[in-house]
């Protein structure tokens, strides 16, 4: 392990300006590793917007990949054309024949991987759903998820594949091509996985079976809004506004007025954590035609209803009694 929490919690709260410089510091170790053959892997969305930036203060002609996936909010798309030097790849299948052949991404990539292998009768895979998993003192292990084993009883299909199909596979295919090595803008923080990858492998993982830097990983989503809103660039319209607002304990904080989350349109990863109105009832009043298609065409409208999450936004239904 190249890192501890210890570690990660003591760099997120660095200054933002301490967190600058080291993030830099590291876009030009990779940079200069691979003789500038690299590239930023931007969605549009607010925190490859900040890597962006932060990339091209140091090196303005660095390019940018975006995968057109069909599934993005489609502001981000027409946000990710305002930019130069950005090239556009396309994966080879569609969300609809992927959530056919493998399944619905729900609750979470790590879940619905564990669903997915536990239903193929993987050994690991099962211990951990029948909350079995043992670690190495013999106590019950903290990745055991029985909570969630309800849904191998669920009448649709249940894959973490979705993400490779959708990006990951043009990008690999893009890196075979290009011999270009990616720089991407994920968060420690946004998830378990993506935290025991920053221990394992830190920010630039040269050692990795295939090259990635994660400049980002030990920035807190408050650093990515502070930034955003100190240097005014611009950023996809979907979030609105940033502004000021306070935690329970009166602790200041930043949020947007929009959408705290802009990945595919469609992905159910994280929504039973979200407060009402959550991201497909939003979607039912900002993109009536997006949400029509994913809750009926679809049929995530069953998944949602079968995880018990709600996805009618019931103000809306109110008012066009």
């Given at each position: ?236 319209p979907i979030y609105g506004d940033i502004v000021e607002s306070h935690k329970k304990d009166g602790t200041p904080i930043l949020k947007t007025t ?49 995880i018990g999450v709600p996805y009618r936004n019931q103000q809306l239904e109110v008012d066009h009694c």
């Open positions: 392990m190249k890192h501890t929490r210890q570690d990660l919690k003591i760099m997120q709260g660095w200054s933002l300006e301490r967190k600058i410089r080291v993030t830099q510091t590291r876009i030009m170790e990779w940079y200069m590793r691979y003789d500038g053959q690299v590239f930023i892997s931007f969605s549009g969305g607010k925190d490859s917007t900040v890597l962006l930036d932060l990339a091209r203060r140091v090196y303005p002609d660095i390019p940018a990949v975006y995968v057109d996936t069909g599934l993005e909010y489609p502001e981000l798309r027409d946000f990710v054309k305002t930019k130069d030097n950005v090239i556009w790849l396309r994966p080879r299948y569609p969300f609809p024949q992927i959530i056919e052949k493998y399944g619905y991404p729900i609750i979470s990539k790590e879940i619905s991987d564990v669903i997915n292998g536990a239903r193929k009768g993987q050994p690991y895979r099962l211990a951990r759903i029948n909350g079995e998993l043992l670690d190495k003192n013999g106590k019950k292990s903290i990745y055991n998820c029985e909570n969630y084993k309800y849904l191998l009883d669920a009448p649709f299909k249940i894959s973490a594949r979705c993400c490779y199909h959708m990006k990951k596979a043009p990008l690999n295919k893009f890196e075979k091509q290009t011999g270009r090595h990616p720089i991407t803008g994920v968060l420690a923080c946004e998830s378990k996985l993506r935290e025991q990858s920053w221990f394992k492998f830190g920010c630039n993982g040269f050692e990795r079976k295939r090259p990635l830097s994660q400049p980002l990983a030990f920035w807190l989503e408050e650093d990515i809004l502070r930034y955003l809103k100190m240097t005014g660039i611009p950023y996809a929009g959408v705290s989350r802009s990945g595919c349109m469609y992905c159910m990863y994280g929504v039973h954590l979200e407060h009402e109105p959550n991201r497909f009832q939003l979607m039912q009043v900002t993109h009536p035609r997006q949400y029509d298609y994913c809750i009926n065409k679809l049929g995530c409208g069953a998944v949602l209803d079968y």
